[in-house]
């Protein structure tokens, strides 16, 4: 058996005294009647919290998966929908009128029969019957039938209900790029030209930024995305606690390092390539981890439709996985989505092509509670959102939110049912956001890639600094359908993608003419798996689980190339010399080395390189910790004795803060001392001692970084993994009951439930667990049974 591995051997006492086939007497059952499903159906709940929903029709199914969601995870549904609706100060008070104000700037506001018709032609049903199953689980909880979670009773809210245009307006829950950068490249270069910006992000294609004409770096305010990031960020609870205070906002660099982290792994692989004879599709999405998880895995089996796999639980369908014939898996493909732009203003108007054309003014009411309502303004230029406004400037984005079928992850209704190659292609054509590469299999045997998201053309500039909105730089409407790159059948046998630029080089494609992004993810994820499927010429489930659990990172042999031969008279240092010469960049929880480089790389190496490169001090503080390529790529690029000394001093600097969080000797350190997953979910910051204490998990000592693909990226001031594989699947395409998932912490939000935490040290470890996709495997692994039936 594989390292890390937990097959589907079924427990002996959840089978025992089975008085036939199928679900076996030991399985808690419960009948329940349901108002709103139209005919008798099951849900069986696995050993692991997974329900496998069985319905006599698709809207049956998606009925009760909205009913189920809400059973496991209604606080974290009820929280997205008000967050993402603007309607979090109706419950929670007074502190977070700003935060509904600047989600409201961007829900989407366009014609809704548009936005209807670009998803699948089922997906109006599914979504409406998904809202009236979670109307139904609510009603329930209203009435006293099922308990109210008890994030609600901390908090003095209860949930509300939801219309189903709800959860295809709300579009700030996606991913989308690349605003945050373009106003951390216009400070920069005003701070210390172009070539300032090179140390905080490379550019790929190879690519020479020029300022946009009519634009002033130096005239983009410095808080200017303070809205865009009160919209997207997460809900703090800080504001209800005691001890309530004002919260700093967070610095641009520390935005951008935290949304960095956000990528994933995926890789599919042929049939002549895989011990089973069948293909391979593996993909671990890699997102904020913590409590409940961001993902939740689900089945539905009606006439019409069999999916199985992992999405967000505010969303009907899945967002990964497979019917009986296709599978996919995604991870973000960095099409450039976003821009931002400066106007001169009077008043409430604009100046637009040689005119002032008057803002859109949209006054809203924002329920308060405990207080009267608050009404806001929101304005809105022909391009998107004012987020700043002051005196004769605006700012405003244009975002790819604003255009009929952009719902986060919604794309995926087309493939709910696709049967081939040919209803992929459509269903990539369709996709909005967020941009993604999609690796796909089928039982045909056909494995392939394509790019996909709306993707702006714009004709006259790079999308890489804020542009005057003046109308002089316009997106001339999008790609083309078939217009983003495709790979069916590779001739390598294999094809995987790890958030890295992998546009094909001219002239099999035009990517200097389409320029759909120049900000990708460093490489050292991508390189580390192809290195190793390069080298398996048949691939088994086990070889692909191993490596979404690889700890090898490709980026600190780059910086150990650097190190090589550097001899030091201090002998701390010295000895960290040695360490890491004898290291093999395996970042493993017992490893020293790799406690010293990525204290070294993250932490440390940045200062001292922005020094030595004569980057302002105003610039330094833009360049994130996100990734050390850029810094890597410029010491890479001097002389071994230009850059001797700043080698040797940051990593003094570094041995100086592992000697006070680890102790003097340095043979006991070890990267697992450092980093840890910790989770703790927001609403904890109002729990009692006990209750704090049963909502959190770990610490569990963790390997991997972000630059390893076991993605594991880690807070600076604590070292805690904050982003990572939210979900892990590798399936066996066609032998499905074979695939193996783990998502993490647990599939329940319930702090009291088993399934809350039984995921976690399994996750940690690098196991999983089966996912069942036929009926007779799924009653072998059954812990309960729920029987349901259309109440009057």
């Given at each position: 058996m594989a390292r890390g591995l937990v097959f589907g051997v079924a427990a002996a006492?959840?089978?025992?005294?089975?008085?036939?086939?199928?679900?076996?007497?030991?399985?808690?059952?419960?009948?329940?009647?349901?108002?709103?499903?139209?005919?008798?159906?099951e849900i069986i709940v696995d050993r692991w919290g997974i329900p496998h929903i069985y319905a006599k029709s698709a809207r049956d199914a998606f009925f009760l998966q909205g009913y189920n969601a809400a059973r496991d995870r209604l606080w974290q549904i009820d929280l997205w929908r008000k967050r993402g609706l603007g309607r979090l100060s109706a419950s929670f008070g007074p502190a977070y009128v700003a935060q509904d104000r600047a989600a409201r700037l961007f829900l989407y506001r366009g014609d809704m029969a548009a936005e209807w018709a670009a998803y699948d032609p089922s997906a109006r049903e599914a979504v409406e019957a998904f809202a009236a199953g979670v109307n139904a689980y609510v009603a329930e909880v209203q009435a006293g039938k099922r308990p109210l979670p008890v994030e609600f009773k901390l908090t003095k809210s209860a949930p509300e209900l939801w219309a189903a245009e709800d959860v295809l307006?709300?579009?700030?829950?996606?991913?989308?790029?690349?605003?945050?950068?373009?106003?951390?490249?216009?400070?920069?270069?005003?701070?210390?030209?172009?070539?300032?910006?090179t140390l905080r992000r490379r550019l790929e294609p190879a690519h020479k930024v020029v300022i946009p004409k009519g634009l002033d770096p130096c005239s983009v305010p410095a808080d200017v995305l303070k809205d865009y990031v009160l919209a997207t960020e997460p809900v703090s609870f800080k504001a209800m606690t005691r001890e309530a205070s004002a919260e700093a906002p967070k610095a641009l660099a520390q935005v951008i390092d935290e949304r960095a982290a956000e990528g994933s792994n995926n890789w599919t692989i042929s049939a002549d390539r895989s011990a089973t004879g069948r293909p391979i599709l593996a993909g671990d999405p890699h997102r904020p981890v913590g409590a409940p998880s961001l993902r939740y895995i689900a089945h539905l089996d009606a006439p019409g439709l069999s999916i199985i796999g992992a999405g967000e639980p505010a969303l009907p369908g899945v967002s990964m996985g497979h019917n009986g014939t296709t599978a996919y898996a995604i991870t973000i493909f960095y099409i450039d989505q976003e821009d931002l732009y400066a106007y001169e203003v009077q008043g409430n108007a604009y100046r637009y092509k040689g005119g002032f054309e008057p803002m859109k003014v949209v006054k809203e009411t924002i329920e308060v509670k405990g207080e009267a309502p608050r009404e806001v303004e929101l304005h809105f230029t022909r391009h998107g959102p004012v987020v700043w406004q002051q005196g004769a400037k605006a700012f405003a984005i244009r975002t790819i939110w604003n255009e009929p079928g952009l719902s986060g992850y919604f794309g995926s209704s087309r493939m709910w049912r696709a049967q081939g190659w040919d209803d992929f292609q459509t269903a990539r054509n369709r996709w909005g956001a967020p941009p993604l590469n999609l690796a796909y299999a089928d039982t045909k045997g056909d494995i392939?890639?394509?790019?996909?998201?709306?993707?702006?053309?714009?004709?006259?500039?790079?999308?890489?600094?804020?542009?005057?909105?003046?109308?002089?730089?316009?997106?001339?409407?999008?790609?083309?359908?078939?217009?983003?790159?495709?790979?069916?059948?590779?001739a390598a046998g294999f094809f995987a993608t790890a958030n890295a630029m992998n546009i094909p080089a001219e002239p099999a494609y035009p990517r200097e003419r389409r320029k759909l992004g120049f900000e990708w993810a460093d490489d050292t994820r991508s390189v580390r798996i192809h290195e190793v499927l390069s080298a398996l010429p048949k691939s088994t489930l086990a070889d692909s689980m191993a490596l979404q659990g690889d700890s090898t990172s490709p980026q600190a042999r780059r910086g150990l190339a650097l190190l090589k031969g550097l001899t030091s008279t201090d002998p701390d240092v010295s000895r960290a010399l040695a360490l890491l010469e004898a290291w093999n960049a395996d970042e493993r929880t017992d490893s020293a080395a790799a406690a010293i480089y990525e204290t070294w790389a993250v932490k440390h190496l940045g200062r001292r390189v922005t020094a030595a490169a004569g980057v302002s001090p105003?610039?330094?503080?833009?360049?994130?910790?996100?990734?050390?390529?850029?810094?890597?790529?410029?010491?890479?690029?001097?002389?071994?004795?230009?850059?001797?000394?700043i080698l040797l001093a940051?990593?003094?600097?570094?041995?100086?803060?592992?000697?006070?969080?680890?102790?003097?000797?340095?043979?006991?350190?070890?990267?697992?001392?450092?980093?840890?997953?910790?989770?703790?979910?927001?609403?904890?910051?109002l729990a009692d001692e006990k209750l704090a204490a049963q909502m959190t998990l770990g610490p569990l000592q963790v390997p991997g970084s972000a630059s390893t693909p076991r993605a594991a990226t880690w807070d600076a001031r604590t070292f805690n993994q904050t982003a990572g594989a939210s979900v892990r699947f590798v399936l066996d395409v066609g032998a499905w009951d074979n695939s193996m998932i783990i998502n993490t912490p647990g599939q329940s939000a319930d702090p009291a439930s088993p399934h809350y935490r039984d995921l976690f040290p399994l996750w940690a470890a690098g196991s999983y667990i089966p996912l069942r996709f036929t009926r007779a495997a799924v009653e072998g692994d059954a812990e309960t049974l729920m029987k349901l039936t259309p109440a009057p």
């Open positions: 006492g959840l089978l025992a005294g089975a008085a036939h086939a199928g679900v076996s007497s030991a399985v808690k059952v419960e009948d329940r009647a349901v108002k709103g499903l139209a005919q008798p159906a307006r709300i579009r700030s829950h996606a991913l989308v790029s690349n605003v945050t950068s373009e106003v951390a490249r216009a400070q920069a270069v005003c701070a210390g030209g172009l070539d300032a910006d392939g890639w394509s790019a996909a998201g709306r993707t702006p053309v714009r004709p006259n500039w790079d999308g890489l600094m804020p542009v005057p909105g003046d109308g002089r730089y316009e997106w001339k409407g999008f790609v083309e359908d078939g217009g983003l790159p495709v790979t069916k059948n590779p105003a610039a330094q503080a833009l360049v994130g910790a996100s990734t050390p390529d850029p810094l890597l790529t410029w010491l890479e690029g001097q002389p071994p004795g230009a850059r001797a000394p940051s990593l003094a600097d570094a041995i100086g803060e592992l000697k006070g969080r680890l102790g003097p000797d340095m043979g006991t350190w070890t990267w697992g001392q450092l980093h840890r997953a910790v989770f703790v979910p927001a609403v904890a910051a």
